[in-house]
């Protein structure tokens, strides 16, 4: 019978946890360096939102109508508490909307939504355009009404203006 060689282990078998922790606590802070610290830290910043939406009839026979959202928002800043400091975004919005089926009501908008440059929070400034598609279903209830809403967004123009 050939007697295949091993590997003696037993000097390090038994300390080779001990010699890797010590390696580890002289190498390891050598490797370590401190961390700058970032552009922006976590905090609050305060915004408003104000809105306002016109529906008018366009025609009564095809049951369409129309809808247009003028929506602002402003926002202050990591350095001031002021929520109406800056204009962080001008969103206008018309709608076409269809209410011919029994509940139910179709609407299709396109959106143009202008955001500005705020450089104390890191807001570039951009302009994009949407095209939206929604529906809503009402359900009359013995108290009320519930409404169901499903609504699909997307964004075919983003230009990033700075």
Not at 24 to 40: C, I, N, R, V
Not at 75 to 81: I, K, L, M, P, R
Not at 126 to 132: H, S, V, Y
């Amino acid at each position: 019978m050939i007697k295949k060689p091993s590997i003696q282990w037993c000097v390090l078998g038994k300390t080779a946890p001990f010699i890797l922790l010590v390696l580890s606590l002289f190498l390891t802070p050598s490797f370590l360096k401190a961390q700058s610290d970032p552009k922006y830290k976590l905090g609050f910043i305060p915004a408003a939102i104000a809105e306002v939406d016109v529906a008018f009839p366009i025609q009564e026979k095809w049951n369409l109508s129309g809808q247009v959202d003028l929506q602002l928002v402003t926002q202050g800043a990591y350095t001031n508490s002021n929520p109406y400091a800056y204009v962080q975004r001008f969103v206008i919005r018309p709608w076409l909307v269809y209410s011919g089926l029994k509940h139910m009501k179709l609407y299709v908008s396109y959106a143009r939504n202008k955001k500005y440059e705020i450089e104390e929070a890191g807001n570039p400034e951009i302009l994009e355009k949407r095209i939206i598609v929604m529906g809503t279903y009402m359900q009359n209830m013995p108290r009320g009404s519930l409404f169901e809403q499903v609504r699909f967004e997307t964004s075919f123009l983003m230009i990033r203006t700075v």
